[in-house]
């Protein structure tokens, strides 16, 4: 629950841009500051305060008690010109909160905490369940002293700065490494070192950060009892369970927990329950799940009885459909059984584990302004620990990589290098992002990269902003009706299917866009093309060319096909040629514009 403190009409309808902004109703405290901030503070999770800092400062300052239950508070000024959140930064989501807020406003969010302001990933935000002395392991990291990272498997990663050296299970610690991090899905006993050590606040629903002193060493890891460690679990365990009708939630927890603990798994790395269709409405298991805050997956019967199974049963295969539920759930799920059917007389569980898997974005970066970058292009580039790229490409982003990023440049006419880059670090357990202008998948990194084979990681496609569209909204409106985009780049395609294509649009009366139009080398190209689409067009047909889209360099040309002059087009332009119903037109204070009407039926013509 958000709540926003109010102390007037303008911080009022303020916080109705914030509602906005976050896609949800907060609740209003408006009736004075002295009694709605206590209030705020006893019902709230988050509070939004429009008072003054100082104000806002003394009104709370009796009511702190600890940063794992206080709720997060974020202060903005009368001109919503910046953000600051006051109190629980990091655990309590104060920082994510004033970002997306000040992302909306387009303010300025003021961020004091240590992590966030040298641009390092906070050890308990990066949304695994965490235990351990996380103070100490980051003053560490902060203070470019020697830390450890162990993995029991290739869980891809933040960016991590120089003095932070990654090592996989079993590996020997360095002699002078202070502090360590132990991400793992196994038990792990810890010593408490300091009284800073995480007891038991809640970070995820159903999930609680640990007691250190109560757990046991299972996974073999490294292990020295006076070093500072935090244990990260990331999600990657899944439980089948079946059960009979009416088995209450109790006795499904009892036995998923002892089928976890006696297997020395981690409870805090569940990421899914999965069970056969025929359970999908079961009371227990749906609540189960639900007090786990995990999603209740469930596979047809017909599925399930597919799958090749060390323990199937006559029983199941009578009353659901498949010899087996608990271990062909999670086989279905695509993980690797490693806990084998565990049963009671009630119910049956069974675990696997999703394989640890790099991960590989591709990401359109628009036509070269930072605010046609999107926010998930940003936000992806910014949780990459590997960057790829053209190398302008690259250095138009080098702001948002955080220290310890590693990046791979290449040169122009490298992209089976660079998808070839991509993959391997990827592949090598990394979180990777693969940069390119526009969108990736036109004319750009997504079609080599999924060609190339990626099969083994993890891959999302970020759109971005194409030049097309970019082009399309400075001249107007010339894509408002139907419209091809073809490029006449005969590197990867043979001139004689360019040319067939472009006929093909120009008998069609479509709107072409014409990508990579002239070069150095290619200079015919261009009049090639619009030769063929003058046999199709009258010579009035309005032909226009932006050059550097978006940029400071930005310049438009609007001709007609009869007086337009290629030589004005280079590799960084691009051409739009519109249809036989494409205009231009007066705009604005004596702009003009292009426009290809969209034929509205209720417009007058």
């Not at 899905?185 to 159903?206: A, I």
């Not at 007090?291 to 799958?307: E, I």
Request: overall charge negative; proline content about 7%; glycine content about 8%.
């Amino acid at each position: 629950m958000i709540g926003q403190v109010t102390s007037g009409p303008a911080s009022r309808n303020r916080a109705d841009q914030i509602d906005a902004i976050l896609g949800e109703e907060t609740r209003r405290y408006s009736e004075g500051a002295v009694t709605g901030l206590p209030q705020a503070w006893a019902e709230c999770d988050l509070i939004v305060s429009h008072l003054a800092l100082g104000a806002t400062t003394r009104i709370i300052a009796p009511l702190l008690a600890s940063k794992k239950t206080d709720p997060g508070v974020v202060v903005i000024d009368d001109a919503g010109r910046f953000v600051v959140p006051l109190v629980g930064g990091h655990g309590g989501g104060a920082n994510d909160l004033s970002r997306r807020i000040a992302d909306g406003l387009g303010a300025t969010a003021v961020l004091t905490t240590a992590t966030d302001s040298l641009g390092l990933p906070a050890l308990d935000t990066l949304g695994w369940p965490w235990s351990g002395d996380v103070a100490a392991v980051t003053r560490a990291i902060l203070d470019g002293e020697p830390v450890a990272v162990v993995r029991t498997q290739r869980w891809p990663l933040p960016p991590l700065p120089q003095n932070v050296v990654v090592l996989d299970a079993g590996a020997e610690l360095p002699a002078d490494v202070v502090a360590r991090v132990v991400v793992t899905d196994r038990l792990v006993e810890l010593v408490e070192t300091s009284p800073t050590v995480s007891t038991s606040s809640t970070n995820r629903k159903g999930s609680t950060n640990r007691t250190a002193s109560t757990d046991r060493m299972v996974e073999p890891v490294e292990t020295n009892p006076t070093l500072p460690t935090v244990v990260l679990n990331p999600p990657s365990l899944v439980a089948g369970m079946g059960c009979n009708r009416g088995t209450s939630t109790g006795a499904l927890k009892a036995l998923l927990t002892s089928t976890f603990a006696d297997a020395g798994l981690a409870i805090e790395s569940l990421a899914a329950i999965t069970s056969v269709d025929a359970k999908a409405d079961e009371p227990g298991l749906v609540q189960l799940a639900a007090d786990l805050g995990v999603p209740f997956v469930t596979y047809p019967a017909g599925n399930l009885a597919t799958q090749d199974v060390p323990n199937p049963s006559a029983a199941p295969a009578e009353a659901v459909g498949t010899p087996s539920v608990a271990e062909a759930s999670v086989l279905a799920h695509g993980t690797e059984l490693v806990v084998e059917k565990q049963k009671t007389a009630e119910a049956t569980c069974a675990v696997g584990r999703i394989p640890a898997r790099g991960r590989l974005t591709v990401i359109g970066l628009g036509p070269g302004s930072r605010d046609l970058t999107t926010p998930r292009a940003q936000q992806a580039i910014r949780d990459a620990s590997v960057v790829v790229g053209y190398r302008p490409y690259v250095a138009q982003v080098k702001d948002l990589l955080r220290p310890g990023a590693k990046i791979a440049s290449t040169p122009m006419g490298k992209e089976e290098e660079r998808t070839a880059t991509a993959i391997a670090f990827a592949r090598e357990g990394n979180n990777v992002a693969l940069v390119c202008s526009g969108d990736p998948a036109i004319y750009a990194m997504a079609s080599p990269t999924l060609e190339q084979g990626t099969e083994g990681i993890d891959i999302e496609i970020v759109p971005g902003v194409t030049a097309s569209l970019a082009a399309s909204a400075i001249l107007g409106a010339p894509l408002g009706h139907d419209h091809a985009t073809i490029s006449l780049s005969d590197l990867h395609t043979d001139w004689d299917t360019i040319l067939r294509r472009v006929r093909a649009a120009a008998e069609a009366d479509l709107v072409t866009v014409l990508y990579n139009p002239r070069s150095r080398t290619r200079l015919h190209h261009l009049p090639d093309a619009l030769a063929i689409l003058a046999e199709h067009r009258p010579p009035t047909t309005p032909v226009a060319v932006v050059e550097e889209a978006d940029r400071p360099e930005q310049k438009v040309t609007l001709a007609t096909l009869a007086d337009f002059d290629p030589a004005v087009v280079n590799m960084n332009s691009l051409v739009v040629v519109g249809s036989s119903t494409t205009v231009y037109l007066p705009a604005g204070t004596g702009r003009t514009v292009m426009v290809t009407p969209r034929d509205y039926h209720w417009m007058n013509r």
